[in-house]
Structure formats: C-alpha cells, structure tokens
C-alpha cells in the first residue's frame, strides 16, 4: 500500500489555526480606523480614478516576456498556424523516431 | 446485477452509441425530453462505468467477445487466436473510462444552458454521444483495428463539435484539427496493416503474444509512438492544440482533453501491453521524458504570454500532458530493472494520477473560461475585469482549478505532481527541479488570468450564469477536493492498481487464453 507523503487533512487544520491567528491578530487593531491616502490607488506613482485602475492581461509580465525575447521570437516563428507547418513537425519526429530505433540496432 | 457487470463492458459502447442515433428523432419530438434523455443516457454510463469499476478492483480484469454466445469465451471452438472483437477491460482501461464518463458528464449538464436552443442543440448532443463513445471504445478495446476505429470515431465527432459555432476561426480550427487527425489515423492504420500482414492477427495480447519485434514492427512503433503522441498534444507536435482548444465551445474543449488523453492511454497501451520488455525500453521511454519535459517547458511558456483565455488553458493543456509523460516515461525507462519496483512504479502512479487530476482541474478552468465568454462574449483578456462582482461562485471554481493546475496544497494537482517530484528525482534531479520551475510558471500565469478576469473594479454589469452550468462546474470541483483530501485512497483503490495493470504485461496476455 502506497503511504501519501503529506497528509492534506493536516495540513488543512494547519491552515486553520493559521487563519484564525492572522484574524486574532487582525481583530486587534484600531476599530475606528477610516482609510486615508496610503489606501488609494496610484498606477505608476500617479494617482488615477479607481476604474482606470485595472491592469489589463497583455501589461502583466511585460519585463519576463522582454527578457526572453529571443527565445519567444523563435517560439512565434514555430508555431506559423499553417497546417503545412504542422504536419511537417509531425513527419519529422516520426522520422527521428523510426531513424532512432535502427540506429539503437546497429549500435547494439 | 451479475447480468448487468458481465454485459456492461458492451452496453457501456452501446448505450451511447444508440442514444446518439435517436437523439435525432427525440429532438423531433420534444425538445425538453431530448435535453433529459441525454443527460439520463450519460448519467446512466457514469454509473455503468462506477459499477464495473468496482467489479474490476475487487475481482480483477474483463473481457467480453462480442457476438459470441458466451461472451467470455474469448476465442472460438474451432479456432486457436481471437478472432473476434474483444474488449479487455483492465484497471487502466477502467481508470480512463472513469475519466472520460465524468468529463463527459460535466459537459452534458453544462451545455444545457451554455449551448443556445435552435442552434443545432440535438446534433451537438448526438455528437458529443459519439465523443463519448470513441473515448471508451479506445480505452476499452483489446483489438488494434477497433482502436483505429474508435480513434476515428473521435477525431470525426471532436472537429465537428470544434466548428460547430461555424464562424471562420472554429472552422479552420476544425480544419487543422482533421487533418492532423487524418494523417494520424492513416499512421494508426498503416501499423495495423503491418501488424496483420505479418501475424495474421489484429488481438493486442495475441499480437503481443506473437511479437518478434521485426523491422516491420520497428516501423509500426514509430508510426503508432508518433500518432498518439502528436493527438495528446506532445511537443513539438502539439500545434493544432491552441487552434482547436481556443475555439471549440467550452464543454467540448473539456471532452476534447479527456480525448487526449484517451490518446496517451493508447501510447501506453502500446508501450508497455503491446510491445512490452521487447522493446527498447530506454529509448523509448527516453523519448517519452524528452517529449515531456519539452511539453511542460514549451507549454507553460508559451502560456503566459496569451491574450486569449482558452488559448492559455489550451498551452496548460500541453505543459500538464508534459507531467504524465514524465512520470510514465520514467516508469517505462526504468521497466525491467530492480529500480522499476523502488521508484519506477511510483512515477507511473504520478504520471496515471495526474491524468485524472489534469482531466478534472482543466476541465473545470475551461468551464470556466466558458463562463466568462457566455456573460461577456470575448475571450481577450484585456478586456475582461472585476468579474467577482457579480461571478462570485465562477471566480470560487476558477480559484479551485487554477491552484490544482498550480500544484498548491491542499488540491489534487499537488498529490500528483508530488508523487513524481519524488520519483524521477531518483533518475536525475534535474527532472525535478524543471517540474518545479513549470508549477511555478503555471501559478504564475493563472495569477495573470485571475487579476485580469476577476480582480479589479467593476467593469461589466453581468449576471452569474445559469445553474446548469454551475452544476456542471461544481460537479469537477467535488471531485477536485475529494481527490485533494483523499489522495492516499485514490492512489490505493485507483492509480495502483493502474499503474501495476500498465506495467504487469503477463496478466493482460494470459486474460485472453490460446
């Protein structure tokens, strides 16, 4: 019988307690407390209205993407969206894996 | 019930089967009835398939010879090699059907709203019958040509259902999907034709019985490694997965994986059932660790970049098939060594549970992402925010799908992509180390998803969406945490047994006599 690593159940309990603390801790702090300028919104230091807030999904991630640019430049250039394209990658692996299995023959 | 156990391996195919040819007229009749019929039949195959689930744990593998009197007598009086259409359902075969009656379930329940009345509505339900259908028939089936079959019978249904919104990008998606498909298939035929041509038999255990793994069945291999390899989306031959996940209908995008993965059973089936010990095991299984982690990498880079919501499921969808391949891969490298049984077999049981984990999480993220479109119509990411406004149970399953496909404790993705850190750690610590570095991607990138889609202020007035498709979203979500919090009782009653059926070639041959 397989005897799981972790024990989720545990785990989760853990969790729990640790939530509960975190709320104690929470609890603990001014109850009349109204917010003031540390609380709004500001989109590159500059303070904006909260709807043009939002970070749309083509801004995340900008500086990792930048970073590996060359490696998704060649990336956009394997994947054309040409089915000829595809078909030929396919023909290839089949044919490295056909070469690959007599070459382990005459190898052994 | 004795009666319904023996038979079910066969009314699990048919039922299906006939409800897709009378869903037609039913949708004639009443289009209320066609909704509870189709919902009934697959309600129906999920309990079958519970059932037989259960009969095969306990008391070992099926087989059934189709159109013989009796149908456990698998080969003829007067003949000595099946010759008839025998489905052997075995604890893998079982685990897969499992998957894909569920997935398919969800579906079901989900199209009631998500598919609008008068736009084909009785064909969509006929056809993802027959998605159904070529699912089971190819995890179930001990015969090579019926595999071919029902692989066709998949890939014709899938593209249909892929284009069936008829706009330009759904049918070049469809398009790209069937010719892929088509040269595959041709691959999976050819095999056939050589294997027949050379033994005179089309019985997997027969054929494996009699394999003497000639040049002929060299060529067989790559063909047949490359086929189903290419249909579970293994890079570098998983381009037309983006193309097709992105634009089929939300519940058809969740079948098409748990068809791909019906697709990575069969490598399996072929890998250790077929060709066994005969084949060149580190080669083989070499290449199934390269086309994983190449998978995983490429998959989950190519992720965060996207713009399109499905497209991003869709490339997660490639980089998780990367974490089964791994873990069976190193299980077939290691097969016939003393490490097999020390941490061999453990990376199976990795690879197998994370089939079913991956099935039911992305399933339930493209749900989801179907949700999103349903209420806003896009799919661009830009253009999306402050769902959990209004969203508030579909931003709750999202959250759920997203930290399983991350590997976060306490969810399934975690239990099984732990049991493989473990294991191929043992091979090269590297295995580990990448499988990591992709888990931390994968959070990475749906932490894009869920500030873009749900976080942020108030953009659009939506509603939540209709409960069917709540229904159909909570139904993999149960399994999601059941599977969370019980993966030791899963991989005991479900993944072992799985993975020693894979791995135990012996017992799958000797099941068919002669």
């Known amino acids: ?108 | 019930m004795n009666w319904l156990i023996t038979h079910s391996p066969a009314l699990l195919i048919l039922l299906p089967l006939l409800a897709a040819f009378l869903m037609p007229i039913i949708d004639k009749i009443n289009k209320k009835a066609r909704n509870i019929f189709a919902i009934l039949i697959f309600i129906i195959v999920e309990i079958l398939v519970i059932i037989l689930a259960f009969d095969i744990i306990k008391n070992g593998m099926h087989v059934y010879a189709i159109g013989e009197k009796n149908p456990l007598q698998t080969i003829p009086s007067q003949a000595a090699v099946p010759i008839r259409i025998v489905l052997q359902i075995d604890a893998m075969g079982i685990f897969m059907g499992l998957i894909s009656a569920t997935v398919c379930l969800a579906a079901s329940l989900y199209s009631l709203a998500y598919i609008e009345e008068g736009k084909g509505k009785g064909k969509f339900y006929t056809l993802l019958l027959l998605i159904l259908v070529g699912m089971l028939g190819m995890e179930f089936t001990g015969d090579i040509f019926n595999l071919f079959v029902f692989y066709e019978i998949l890939s014709i249904a899938s593209a249909a259902l892929i284009a069936y919104s008829r706009k330009g990008e759904a049918s070049e998606g469809a398009f790209k999907f069937l010719v892929i498909s088509s040269i595959s298939a041709l691959f999976i035929l050819f095999s056939v034709a050589l294997f027949y041509g050379q033994y005179d038999l089309l019985n997997i255990a027969a054929l494996a019985k009699n394999m003497k793994y000639t040049h002929l069945d060299k060529i067989a291999l790559a063909l047949l490694v490359s086929a189903f390899a290419m249909k579970c989306g293994s890079v570098p031959m998983h381009f037309w997965c983006p193309d097709a996940y992105s634009v089929a209908p939300s519940s058809i995008t969740a079948t098409l994986v748990a068809g791909s993965q019906a697709s990575l059973y069969a490598l399996f089936r072929v890998c250790f059932t077929l060709y066994g010990v005969k084949l060149d095991l580190q080669l083989i299984g070499g290449a199934l660790i390269i086309f994983g982690l190449l998978s995983m990498f490429v998959g989950v880079t190519m992720a965060i970049p996207q713009k399109d919501i499905k497209r991003l499921m869709a490339y997660h969808a490639i980089s998780q098939t990367g974490y089964m391949l791994l873990g069976v891969g190193a299980g077939l490298y290691l097969l016939g060594k003393p490490e097999f049984d020390s941490y061999g077999i453990r990376a199976m049981e990795g690879g197998i549970f994370h089939i079913i984990n991956h099935a039911m999480y992305k399933g339930l993220l493209f749900l989801t992402a179907g949700a999103i479109f349903y209420r806003l119509k896009t799919r661009n990411l830009n253009e999306m925010g402050g769902l959990a406004h209004k969203m508030k149970y579909t931003s709750i399953f999202f959250i759920i799908g997203a930290l399983a496909i991350a590997g976060v404790p306490p969810f399934n993705g975690f239990a099984s992509k732990l049991i493989i850190y473990e294991s191929v750690y043992k091979i090269s610590p590297i295995l580990s180390i990448i499988a990591m570095l992709v888990s931390i991607l994968t959070l990475a990138s749906f932490v894009k998803v869920f500030h873009s889609a749900f976080m942020g202020p108030k953009i659009h007035d939506v509603e939540e969406v209709p409960k069917s498709m709540l229904i159909g979203m909570c139904v993999l979500t149960f399994v999601i945490i059941f599977f969370g919090l019980f993966p030791g009782f899963i991989v005991n009653n479900l993944v072992h047994p799985a993975a020693m059926a894979l791995a135990e070639q012996a017992k799958y041959l000797q099941a068919i006599g002669g």
């Open chain 1, 1 to 108: 019988m397989y005897e799981i690593a972790w024990q989720p159940i545990i785990w989760i309990i853990s969790f729990v307690v640790i939530a509960i603390v975190a709320y104690i801790i929470r609890a603990s702090g001014k109850a009349d407390y109204k917010g003031g300028e540390q609380e709004k919104p500001f989109l590159s230091g500059n303070e904006a209205p909260k709807e043009e807030m939002h970070i749309g999904g083509s801004n995340i991630y900008w500086g990792f993407l930048h970073s590996l640019e060359g490696y998704y430049n060649s990336m956009k250039k394997m994947h054309s969206g040409i089915i000829n394209d595809y078909v030929s990658w396919f023909v290839l692996i089949t044919a490295i894996i056909f070469i690959s299995l007599f070459l382990m023959e005459v190898i052994k």
